[in-house]
Nanobody, 124 residues
Framework: QVQLVESGGGLVQAGGSLRLSCAVS????????MGWFRQAPGKEREFVAG????????NYADSVKGRFTVSRDNAKNTAYLQMNSLKPEDTAVYFC?????????????????WGQGTQVTVSS
């Protein structure tokens, strides 16, 4: 069974930074495409960023491009989301997810494995 555990969320002022981590166990981490999604209250879950198994391909939502950076360390079985220049509208529960898809998918339905989520709150 694959398990994903996020950490690193918290409360930060607008303009600040946070780094989320997603530790993966259970199978070969390097075989998965990793994605980050978020869900704000009353809104649908949305794609934030994704990274290929090798780390050579990344994909970002337009709303975070230039501010967020996705990365991974296959030796540590961990994916990261560095979030800079945070805005109040970035407030949400952030989830990491894993898929064996061959592409960095934006569709949440392509991801079979999910973490429990971590809260990110950005105050104005």
């Amino acid at each position: 069974q694959v398990q994903l555990v996020e950490s690193g969320g918290g409360l930060v002022q607008a303009g600040g930074s946070l780094r989320l981590s997603c530790a993966v166990s259970g199978r070969t981490f390097s075989s998965y495409v990793m994605g980050w999604f978020r869900q704000a209250p009353g809104k649908e879950r949305e794609f934030v960023a994704g990274i290929s198994w090798s780390g050579s391909i990344t994909n970002y939502a337009d709303s975070v491009k230039g501010r967020f950076t996705v990365s991974r360390d296959n030796a540590k079985n961990t994916a990261y989301l560095q979030m800079n220049s945070l805005k109040p509208e970035d407030t949400a529960v952030y989830f990491c997810a894993a898929t064996t898809s061959s592409i960095v998918a934006r569709d949440a339905q392509r991801y079979a494995y999910w973490g429990q989520g971590t809260q990110v709150t950005v105050s104005s």
